[in-house]
């Protein structure tokens, strides 16, 4: 899973590597992303990259209620492109989450140890997301979204069974462009990340 991560990279350095050139986004940084907070994403929309907010959390377009959010703050790659809560921003509304840097924690004794994952180099990543929108009853909309975890690397399993999907920079033109609905090509996405590009650290907060 994937319930906490960091983001401390200005997010200019980010927009400037996908070429955003309408960025009205206001993100503190933190080295606590939570589900519930409103969290940076990047999109493809009128042949433009751009980044946007959306509240980390996925409300289906269908809900009834929006506390279903609170437990659909991750998605599972293997079962993403069936699920009723997920396969149809699946096909059409991916997005990319940028990111520091996420935790798992591990039972240790009685107690719960965190532990933090990172690229070797240092650099800022991605995760595979979806986003949807929401009709509240007033009418209000809500923009939401989601991250896509899959089965542990080496660096990540002796902590946690399950990870963030890292997007490579050679996936993510192919993640963002809408158009495709390719469900085969958009699985070989959803692989663990190259554990030998990761460093684990133990970690307190």
Request: net charge neutral.
């Amino acid at each position: 899973m994937c319930g906490r991560f960091v983001l401390i990279t200005d997010l200019s350095v980010i927009a400037e590597e996908f070429e955003v050139h309408d960025m009205s986004v206001h993100f503190s940084p933190s080295h606590t992303v939570s589900p519930g907070q409103h969290i940076p994403a990047l999109i493809r929309q009128d042949n433009q990259n751009m980044m946007v907010t959306y509240l980390w959390g996925l409300i289906p377009s269908w809900a009834k209620d929006p506390s279903i959010g609170a437990n659909l703050f991750n998605a599972r790659a293997e079962t993403v492109a069936e699920k009723p809560s997920f396969k149809n921003a699946f096909l059409h509304r991916r997005c990319l989450i940028p990111a520091d840097g996420f935790y798992e924690w591990k039972m240790e004794g009685k107690k719960k140890i965190p532990y933090s994952f990172s690229l070797k180099t240092g650099v800022p990543f991605v995760f595979a997301g979806l986003h949807e929108k929401w009709i509240a009853p007033d009418k209000k909309t809500v923009e939401t979204c989601t991250i896509i975890t899959t089965q542990a690397n080496g660096v990540v399993e002796p902590i946690h069974d399950r990870m963030p999907v890292i997007v490579p920079k050679e996936s993510q033109t192919l993640w963002l462009e809408t158009q495709n609905n390719d469900v085969s090509k958009l699985q070989d996405v959803l692989k663990p990340y190259p554990a030998d590009e990761m460093i684990c650290k133990s970690t307190t907060f």
